[in-house]
T-cell receptor, first 113, second 111 residues
C-alpha cells in the first residue's frame, strides 16, 4: 500500500522568502513521486516528478524537490516566493507498475507582499 | 491537443436524480482516472481504467456510483440516485507513462 503525508495544511510566506512544503511517503516498492499545483477553480497541474533518476528534480516555475530515501521524504522548495505561487499544492505517490496516483491532503500556500 | 475535456462544468440537481459526468481523455493516453475532491476528504481516487478496462474500483463509495469507458476517447461517471453528500468536484485525468493530466473538473451540487 502507498500513502503520502503532507505536513501543514497551510503555509504562509512573504514574497521573496523561501518556500518549503513538506511531504513524506510510504511505499512497499520504489515509488514514483509527484508534486501538483491547483489554482482556484482549476484542475491539477504537474509541477515535477521523480521517477528513480536524479534525486534532485527541477520543475516548472522555479520549484524543485529532493528525493531522500533515508527520510522517505520528497519536500518541495522554491528559493524566492512570488505572489503568483499562491495555490494549493499536492504531493502524490504512485506504484511504477501502474499510473495510479495517491494524493496527500494538500497544502495551501499563501504569499504575503 | 485540447487536454482532458470534462462536461458539464457545473451541475446542479435534486436529490434522487441521476447524474452523468463525461470525460474525453487526451488522445493516445492509456490510463483514465476519476477523482473526487471535497474539503473534508481531499482528493479521492474513485476508479481507474487501463486501455478502457476498469482496473481498480475500490474507491467507488457505493453502488450508486458506476463508471464506464466504452472506447479510448470517452468515459462516464454516473450517480443514481444522487444524494446531497455527493456534492463535490469530480475530476477526470488521463495519463501516459506516469504523467497525469487533469481536466477542469465538474462541480456537482445535489440539493
Amino acid at each position: 500500500a502507498q500513502s503520502v503525508t503532507q505536513l501543514g495544511s497551510h503555509v504562509s510566506v512573504s514574497e521573496g522568502a523561501l518556500v518549503l512544503l513538506r511531504c513524506n511517503y510510504s511505499s512497499s516498492v520504489p515509488p514514483y513521486l509527484f508534486w501538483y499545483v491547483q489554482y482556484p477553480n482549476q484542475g491539477l497541474q504537474l509541477l515535477l516528478k521523480y521517477t528513480s533518476a536524479a534525486t534532485l528534480v527541477k520543475g516548472i516555475n522555479g520549484f524543485e524537490a529532493e528525493f531522500k530515501k533515508s527520510e522517505t521524504s520528497f519536500h518541495l522548495t522554491k528559493p524566492s516566493a512570488h505572489m503568483s505561487d499562491a495555490a494549493e499544492y499536492f504531493c502524490a505517490v504512485s506504484d511504477p507498475r501502474t499510473d495510479k496516483l495517491i494524493f496527500g491532503t494538500g497544502t495551501r500556500l499563501q504569499v504575503f507582499p | 491537443d485540447a487536454g482532458v475535456i470534462q462536461s458539464p462544468r457545473h451541475e446542479v440537481t435534486e436529490m434522487g436524480q441521476e447524474v452523468t459526468l463525461r470525460c474525453k481523455p487526451i488522445s493516445g493516453h492509456d490510463y483514465l482516472f476519476w477523482y473526487r475532491q471535497t474539503m473534508m476528504r481531499g482528493l479521492e481516487l474513485l476508479i481507474y481504467f487501463n486501455n478502457n478496462v476498469p482496473i481498480d474500483d475500490s474507491g467507488m463509495p457505493e453502488d450508486r456510483f458506476s463508471a464506464k469507458m466504452p472506447n479510448a476517447s470517452f468515459s462516464t461517471l454516473k450517480i443514481q440516485p444522487s444524494e446531497p453528500r455527493d456534492s463535490a468536484v469530480y475530476f477526470c485525468a488521463s495519463s501516459l507513462k506516469a504523467k497525469l493530466f487533469f481536466g477542469s473538473g465538474t462541480q456537482l451540487s445535489v440539493l
